[in-house]
């Protein structure tokens, strides 16, 4: 199996730590590229990987500018020259996500992930006997990069919580081996939670551009049904 290969690294320019740089990996085995955050937080701790959205290899990035040959970073209350700051373009995300009736489903690109996971809560609305609910929030947005037609690139970490209510006398179960049926194996009988982060690579575009999401990795982190817990 042919290792992946590195197409670009990037390093901002920083006067204290903690210490962070971006990196695009190609894996041809899988047709995607990685794109990925590594950050230190001291002069003695390793490299972590913090973020790593994938996106399909077709997908085009945007170049990102340089200023003295280091990556621009950005602020993510900057909300110069785009549509909005890379926060609200987050908080944006999350509502239109949680409600597509909503004012701010207007405002960002009702994009390929938007899409998949309305389609997702839509089949888990239709489960009989099941009452299902979806909740979704932002963590803090701490990596962001200036692209050259003066919009960015942020990734934004997602906490997505899906709610079952069920019908007395039944349970819900997933199939063997998925993520789901390891974090719930006895299902859900009563109500029960479970728990996805999502990263998505999160695009400005410059000028007026609706933010649109490039790429995204996640899963399921966590669950509980009546008191059990994992």
Known sequence: MPAPDVVEVLTPKFTKYPLWFYAVVRDDTRDVNRVQIFERASAVDPWLLVASPETLAET???DVRRRGGAPVKVRPDDGRGVSMSVDAAATAYVKALGDPG??????VE???FIKQMRQTAATNA???NVTFSQTWAADDVEFALRTSDGGALAFV?????DTYEVKDGLTITWPEGTPQQAFLASGIAGSGRLNYYHQVLLYLPGGSGKPRALGQYGGVVSGDADGFVR
Do not use: V
């Open 126 to 128: 239709d489960l009989p």
């Open 157 to 161: 970490t997602l906490l997505r919580t």
């Open 110 to 112: 009702n994009d390929s």
């Open 60 to 62: 085009t990035l945007p």
């Open 102 to 107: 909503s004012q701010s489903a207007t405002a």
